[in-house]
């Protein structure tokens, strides 16, 4: 059993519907629906009549409702006891691979000073992963990538963040011996493409702001699919076709030549970097971490690094 089926039951108990439930959870209906249901085939009851409308709860659901909170509760208090056990202090962060490899490590590199001897350790993941084990408490900061009228991948009045860098989604291509784009917008054959798969961040990203801006009868082929843009970066190199990779992850490659931007023809997509915390926490690193933070990004303001802001 997972800790997670619990709190979907509980906020199923909460809203009344799966619909609303699946939203406060960040998950799609049909994944929340299937972690029920994983949560009825452990339990060996059924914990919703599925006959009636709206969601109702069986009598199993009912008596559950308390456990299922006091399970909860009990998690969460086991392990804020074995975090006081702790004698070295640690911020653990969550991140896209993407900024986890073209940003974090320069960016806590330049930060040593505040960091000081806690244990920084960083796990990586798809943002709606990360999203979910973040808001399970199990690490203290989630760093994100935002588009422009995106609000941030959070909205919730218990958290916070601060914007901590930029990046930009640009088209790229090989290029030929002679030093010039091995694919471009004004070829005679379908536009080769390596994509982000559909339902993944930057192919949301990728799809909305780029290929639905191109001639109608523009056409392209995707030849491969990799939800990580270091997986596509390997394919450009060799030629496969043209990328939308994170500028910060690509500066080698451009700097000597390996890749070249297309300019001409295609769209590209400014990125936030963001970085979220929950305003209450039991670690006071935590807290010190980020009022550092906040008092450096005051002083030393930058095109690069921009002041707090809340997301309410």
């Known amino acids: 059993m997972e800790l997670k089926w619990l709190k979907d039951f509980v906020a199923l108990n909460e809203h009344g519907s799966f619909s609303k439930a699946a939203e406060a959870r960040f998950v799609t209906q ?8 994983s949560l009825e085939n452990w339990l060996g009851v059924a914990l919703v009549d599925r006959e009636k409308h709206p969601t109702t709860l069986t009598s199993s659901g009912l008596s559950f409702v308390e456990e299922a909170k006091r399970m909860i509760h009990d ?13 070295q202090k640690s911020l653990v962060f969550f991140a896209q691979h993407s900024p986890a490899v073209s940003f974090f490590p320069h ?26 084990s973040f808001m399970a408490g199990m690490g203290d900061f989630l760093l994100s990538f ?4 995106d609000l941030g991948q959070l909205s919730r009045n218990d958290t916070t963040c601060m914007q901590v860098g930029t990046d930009r989604l640009v088209p790229v291509s090989a290029l030929t011996p002679e030093g010039t784009p091995l694919f471009s917008a004004n070829g005679k054959t379908p536009l080769k493409l390596l994509a982000y798969p559909d339902d993944s961040y930057l192919g949301g990203l990728v799809k909305e702001c780029c290929l ?3 001639p109608p009868d523009f056409q392209y082929a995707i030849v491969c699919e990799n939800a990580l843009a270091e997986g596509l970066k390997a394919m450009a190199l ?4 043209v990328a939308w990779l994170p500028s910060g ?14 300019n001409d023809g295609f769209n590209t997509v400014d990125l936030k970097i963001l970085l979220y915390r929950f305003r209450h926490t039991v670690k006071p690193e935590v807290d010190m971490f980020w009022q550092y933070l906040l008092e450096l990004y005051n002083l030393s303001y930058t095109e690069q690094y921009t002041v707090v802001r809340s997301v309410s």
């Open 238 to 241: 060799q030629g496969y076709g």
């Open 146 to 149: 935002s588009s422009a009228g």
């Open 107 to 132: 960016w806590i590199r330049t930060l040593e000073p505040l960091v000081g001897n806690t244990l920084v350790k960083l796990s990586t993941g798809n943002l709606h992963d990360l999203t979910e």
């Open 249 to 262: 992850l690509i500066q080698n490659e451009l700097a000597q030549g390996q890749l070249t931007v297309l």
């Open 75 to 87: 998690t969460y208090r086991v392990r804020k006891r074995l975090q006081g056990q702790e004698t």
């Open 30 to 37: 049909p994944a929340f629906s299937r972690r029920i249901r």
């Open 212 to 214: 639905s801006k191109l």
